[in-house]
Each structure stands twice: as C-alpha cells, then as structure tokens.
C-alpha cells in the first residue's frame, strides 16, 4: 500500500480524497494556488505545496508544477480528483515516468475515452448504441453551421476533451450554433488547455442516466447500478439520484453491461463512469465515458455501501477487487444536491465572496433512519473565488425509499445556513417540493421547462401562509417576553405582553390572538382555528426548528428593520407582527419604487469583462450581444433587453467588475 498521496486538486473532492487516506492510514499532500493558500483542504493535509497563481491554467492543470511537487514531497502515488488534469493522459504518463502511482485508469483508456470522438468510435464497434453526430473536429464556425444543418436542428455542441458542462452549448438555429461554436472553444480552451469541438444530434426530452464502473489490473470489472442526472442547468447536473426512478431491472442490466463491454474494450481500470442519455422508450445512447470520480459518487457509495476512492486506492496499488458482479447490492435510495455559489434570483449567474456563516447540518445518521451526508472544502470565514468551479458543497440524503430520502434531503437544506454570498438554496429546496420530480417524471429539459422564466423563490401555499405566520408570532412573542423582563422597572410600571396582534407577509394578513402555551405559542386565527408552536429559538437564533402542530420546521429567521425575515422550503418572506393600530397606520404608507435602472447594462454577477461588442452611439436590437463577461470558468454574453442608442461604455475589456457595476449606458 501506499505511505503518501499527493491529491493534484482542490476543494470538496481534495478533501473528500485526504478523508479516505486518513482512514487507510496515507499520509496525504495538498496542492495550492494563490486563491486558495487558506483552503480547508490545504488545512486538512499533511504537507501543503504552493504551485502558482490563482489561475487554474498556471497552477492546477499545468503538470511540471505537480511533478516538482510529487518530487519535492517524496509522494509515491497521486490521486488527481475529477476536472483539471484528471483525465489528461499526458499527466499519468509523466507520473508512470517517474515511477508513481496513477490512481485512476490506464493513460490509454484516458486517451480513448477521454476524446469524445474517438470514445464514440470505440463504442460503437464494441456494441454500444451511439447518438448520430459529427465525428470529426470542426474547424471554424462556418464548417460547425455547414454540419449542424446537415445533421439537423437541435443539436449539441461540444468540446472533445473535459467535462462538468464546460465547453457545451445547444443550438436550434444557424445564429446560436455560430455563437455557441465560439463559446465553446473559448471555455474548453480555458478550462482544459484543448478547443477541440464536435457536433452530434441533441435528443429532445431525454433523461441523462449514467453507469457506475469499478475495475481492477486484473481484467476484473463491475458495474455499480445507475446514477439519475436529469435535473441540469446550463448542461450542469444540479440533483442527481441512485437508483433512477425510471429503469427497471433489465434496462439497468442492460446499461451495465454495455459499460462493462465498453470498459473492457480499452483495457479499464479504476473508477469511471459511462453516461447515457435514455429516451421516453428506455432506448439508451452512449453519451461519453468519464475517466474519472464523478462529481456525484456519494449517491453510489450511499446505495452500495462501497467507499470508491478507497477502492480506486487499493486498484493503483496493484489489488485485486473485493467483490464480484453478484456481489453489487443496492440498499435505498440515495440524493445529492450540488450548492452552488451562484444566485438564483439573477438567472443563477456567480456569486463570490466571504462566506460569513456556514453551518451545514448534523452529518449521520437520524432518529427516523435517514442518512445525512455533506461533502465540502470550505469554511465559515473563507472565501468563495471567482477562479473556480462555483460549487460549496455536496448535500446528500439516503432514506429506505425515494419520497423518504427527498423528504430528509428537503429537511437538510431547511437546516443549512449560508450567509454572505448568493447560493441556490432556495431553488434546491423547491426542486424538492416540486410534484413533478416527487413523481419521477423527468428530463434534462426539467429545470428549463417547470421555470421558464428563472426561479423567482417559491410562492407559500395558503398552507404555508399560516405556519410562517405562526412561526413569526411565536418568535414575536419570544422578543416580547424578553422585553418585559428588563431589570430596573418600578413594579407599578411593568410591561404587559398584548394577545391581539396583525402577522403581515406578502399578499397576506392575518389577525391572531397570542398567548402562552407550554412553554411555547398557541396562535389563535380569526376563523377560530389554533396552531400550537413550540421551539427553543431565542432572540438571535440565525436558525432554529419549530413544531408547528405535527409539522417540523427548520427556519432560518433574521431581523430585518421591524420585520423578521423567514426563510423555509425556498420561501423567503418578510414578516410583520403588529399591533392593530399599527397595522393599519401601515396600511396607508406609500411603497418605495425601485431605482430605474432600464438605460442601463449592469454587470450581473462578480466577473472579468472579456469583450465589449458595440460602440458608443451605435444603435442596437433587441438580443443583440454587447458584452461578455467571464466568471468561474463560465462566458456569459449579456444582450440588449430592447431597440436603443449606446451613449456611454463604462467598462473596457479586462476589467474585473462587481455586481451591479456599470457597463454601459442607452440613451
């Protein structure tokens, strides 16, 4: 066994890696950029190296920084993570030149599968089922409009080399498949050091479903059943599940041995993953093999009970595997949902900064049998930077059945706190409330079609309106209470804590009647009916459970002016408690209009300006790009929202602008 591992990687997945080697008893190396010199995984190692600049192309994916840091450390083996140099077989090459371990697949099945193209040919002469498409590399924008229509729209534009939904772009039209070509080439050029692109048909309503694989040096392979990947955003998995609701028993079967087929024919080793789209019909395509550790292995872990990096530890170092194909048990149902720094209110664009609260819940398992899992590589106090893949943590359930496990995943992200930048939150919390995934009714087109228009938060049910209303009354009461215990009062002039009182939230407003009931509420609404609240919130609580009659309610409550602010199931509401005199003097005041900001272009999100598309004084169209800004490895083109003359450019290429920063103005 191997005595030290150098982890070629940062983040979650750096820290996911040290755990298990910690657990094998592996001394452990971290790597580091300038931007994460104070990054939890650098913490949790044994030794630290630092190798660059915070750009990922002059530190992480630049392989002679990481060999001097194998050389300078004494490291006999090196696990590469997922993203940056994990599936470049030039890295594992230059590794087995050393004389140290490669903890993954064989350099030439990174080759083979880690091109789409040549992944695509091997499939098919293997005996899997392809989805048609270009084969060859595209060189120019007009060649990629000449294929895409010959092949017919939609279709996806990709790049070879990489993955994570970097480098892709769907195109129904001449117009988006030559700007998604570009964008395309642009961000795998970025985030892999390789701007090859191809062309194959998009399949319209699928499920993206993809194959666990496991292989030892020893020709031994199996498959680990199926992971469900259908809930994406911008082809970025977001929620993923094992099992898939959809397959049955022989689909699954079916799917894994095509993988194992596929696996076999280059000769694999180690973990990876074969991914493929599945049709209404459970027709199933090969889409790509990852040569690699998904992103979402802990749903797999969770059903199988196998830990895959230790696993993929024990293969590097020339073992055998422990099981067979008989052996693959799948126990329960396991969630995973991706946090993201990225605001779901503003079209999800990336948020950076200091993350001033982070307590992610109670990992282990719960008194109901539920499981709770939180894969992470930040910290309370540090810092979300723009140079890196936008995502915080890993969320995972696992429950006997699926509605259980979405129950307790929903219950989780009730209970996460993450204060000081945008996250997505609320939106994963809606995901889980949502009919449509509670049902399994799913595709990729999920995300796309349930919220056309973004996420806009999630409107409370009348339901809802009442438990938020008793929660706020009960947390009044709390600072009422405490008010009227202030020291130094004269005993003839001691406050009373009032019962009739007016909860407002948006659209709504409720008179009800408090009073003290067991050491918590009882609310008394206007038609007669009572919740009773019981909780042990106590004034400056960010977060506290509250049962609301039978209803167990993780909520996130702050002050905000005279309202409280309440957060719940992707609700976020401010809520009023008053007197009746109040409330109706509140009734009368005017509302504050927002700023118009309608001659303006602002930059959305935290970035770097790329390009600047027009001129001052130049007229332009509606849709029309006129800017490109780059923010965790992502381009996003902003367009003009209507017809207009550019008075002013405020920005020039290069600048690296906040929220809401100025671009350019319309006249």
Request: aromatic letters at 8%; hydrophobic letters at 45%.
């Given at each position: 066994m191997f005595k030290k591992i150098l982890i070629a990687n940062r983040g979650e997945i750096a820290c996911r890696v040290i755990k298990t080697a910690k657990k094998l008893a592996i001394a452990t190396v971290a790597v580091y950029s300038d931007a994460d010199r104070d990054a939890l995984h650098v913490k949790m190692a044994d030794e630290a190296v630092h190798i660059g600049p915070a750009q990922s192309n002059q530190s992480y994916?630049?392989?002679?920084?990481?060999?001097?840091?194998?050389?300078?450390?004494?490291?006999?083996?090196?696990?590469?993570?997922?993203?940056?140099?994990?599936?470049?077989?030039?890295?594992?090459?230059?590794?087995?030149?050393?004389?140290?371990?490669?903890?993954?697949?064989?350099?030439?099945?990174?080759e083979a599968m880690?091109?789409?193209?040549?992944?695509?040919?091997?499939?098919?002469?293997?005996?899997?089922?392809?989805?048609p498409g270009h084969m060859g590399l595209i060189a120019d924008a007009d060649e990629a409009l000449r294929i895409a229509g010959s092949i017919g729209y939609p279709v996806?534009?990709?790049?070879?080399?990489?993955?994570?939904?970097?480098?892709?772009?769907?195109?129904?039209?001449?117009?988006?498949?030559?700007?998604?070509?570009?964008?395309?080439?642009?961000?795998?050029?970025?985030?892999?050091?390789?701007?090859?692109?191809?062309?194959?048909?998009?399949?319209?309503?699928?499920?993206?479903?993809?194959?666990?694989?496991?292989?030892?040096?020893?020709?031994?392979?199996?498959?680990?059943?199926?992971?469900?990947?259908?809930?994406?955003?911008?082809?970025?998995?977001?929620?993923?599940?094992?099992?898939?609701?959809?397959?049955?028993?022989?689909?699954?079967?079916?799917?894994?041995?095509?993988?194992?087929?596929?696996?076999?024919?280059?000769?694999?080793?180690?973990?990876?993953?074969v991914e493929f789209i599945v049709d209404q019909d459970k027709k199933f395509y090969f889409l790509e093999m990852n040569t690699r550790l998904q992103v979402e292995h802990p749903v797999t872990e969770l059903i199988t009970g196998i830990d895959l990096v230790e696993e993929m530890i024990r293969v590097a170092a020339g073992e055998r595997l422990r099981l067979a194909q008989q052996d693959v048990k799948l126990n329960g149902w396991a969630i995973e949902s991706r946090l993201y720094a990225e605001d779901p209110y503003r079209s999800f664009l990336p948020s950076i900064g200091r993350l001033s609260r982070y307590r992610p819940p109670v990992e282990g398992a719960r008194d109901d049998g539920t499981v709770v899992r939180n894969d992470t590589g930040v910290f309370e106090g540090g810092e979300i930077s723009m140079y890196y893949d936008p995502m915080i943590a890993k969320l995972c359930s696992w429950a006997?059945?699926?509605?259980?496990?979405?129950?307790?995943?929903?219950?989780?992200?009730?209970?996460?706190?993450?204060?000081?930048?945008?996250?997505?939150?609320?939106?994963?919390?809606?995901?889980?409330?949502?009919?449509?995934?509670?049902?399994?009714?799913?595709?990729?087109?999920?995300?796309?079609?349930?919220?056309?228009?973004?996420?806009?938060?999630?409107?409370p049910s009348p339901e809802d309106v009442r438990l938020l209303a008793a929660v706020a009354a009960h947390v009044h009461l709390c600072g009422e209470r405490r008010n009227v215990r202030i020291s130094g009062a004269l005993a003839n002039r001691q406050r009373?804590?009032?019962?009739?009182?007016?909860?407002?939230?948006?659209?709504?407003?409720?008179?009800?009647?408090?009073?003290?009931?067991?050491?918590?509420?009882?609310?008394?609404?206007?038609?007669?009916?009572?919740?009773?609240?019981?909780?042990?919130?106590?004034?400056?609580?960010?977060?506290?459970?509250?049962?609301?009659?039978?209803?167990?309610?993780?909520?996130?409550?702050?002050?905000?002016?005279?309202?409280?602010?309440?957060?719940?199931?992707?609700?976020?509401?401010?809520?009023?408690?008053?007197s009746p005199r109040v409330a109706e003097l509140a009734r009368l005041m005017p509302q504050k209009l927002p700023p118009d900001t309608s001659k303006m272009l602002l930059c959305p999100m935290p970035g770097v300006v790329t390009s600047i598309a027009v001129q001052a004084g130049d007229q332009v169209e509606a849709g029309q790009a006129l800017a490109t800004v780059e923010a965790m490895k992502m381009e996003n083109v902003l367009r003009a929202e209507r017809r207009g003359v550019v008075a002013r450019i405020a920005a020039a290429a290069g600048a690296s602008l906040a929220v809401d920063e100025l671009i350019m103005e319309f006249e």
């Open positions: 994916i630049v392989i002679a920084k990481i060999l001097d840091a194998v050389r300078a450390t004494g490291a006999d083996a090196v696990h590469p993570g997922y993203g940056f140099l994990s599936e470049n077989a030039n890295f594992a090459e230059a590794l087995k030149a050393e004389g140290v371990a490669f903890i993954g697949p064989p350099p030439v099945a990174i880690g091109d789409k193209i040549t992944s695509k040919k091997i499939a098919a002469s293997a005996g899997v089922s392809t989805v996806m534009i990709k790049a070879s080399a990489g993955g994570g939904g970097k480098g892709m772009r769907i195109a129904w039209n001449d117009s988006e498949a030559r700007e998604g070509f570009q964008s395309s080439k642009n961000e795998a050029k970025a985030s892999f050091g390789d701007d090859r692109i191809f062309i194959e048909k998009f399949v319209t309503q699928p499920r993206h479903i993809e194959i666990q694989v496991l292989g030892d040096q020893h020709g031994n392979l199996v498959y680990l059943g199926e992971r469900e990947c259908s809930i994406q955003r911008r082809n970025q998995k977001v929620i993923e599940e094992a099992p898939s609701p959809f397959l049955d028993a022989a689909t699954r079967k079916a799917m894994g041995e095509q993988a194992v087929a596929l696996a076999k024919a280059v000769g694999y080793f180690s973990a990876g993953t006997p059945d699926r509605l259980s496990a979405i129950d307790a995943m929903a219950q989780a992200l009730d209970d996460f706190e993450v204060e000081g930048i945008g996250h997505n939150l609320p939106f994963l919390s809606a995901v889980m409330e949502h009919p449509r995934f509670r049902e399994g009714r799913l595709t990729t087109a999920f995300i796309a079609e349930e919220y056309p228009d973004g996420f806009g938060g999630v409107e009373a804590v009032g019962e009739g009182w007016v909860v407002t939230l948006p659209e709504h407003e409720l008179a009800v009647k408090l009073c003290e009931q067991d050491g918590g509420s009882l609310v008394e609404f206007a038609d007669g009916s009572t919740l009773s609240v019981t909780s042990d919130w106590l004034p400056g609580m960010s977060h506290a459970i509250f049962a609301v009659r039978a209803t167990r309610m993780g909520v996130k409550v702050s002050p905000a002016n005279s309202a409280f602010r309440l957060r719940w199931r992707g609700i976020d509401v401010l809520a009023y408690v008053r």
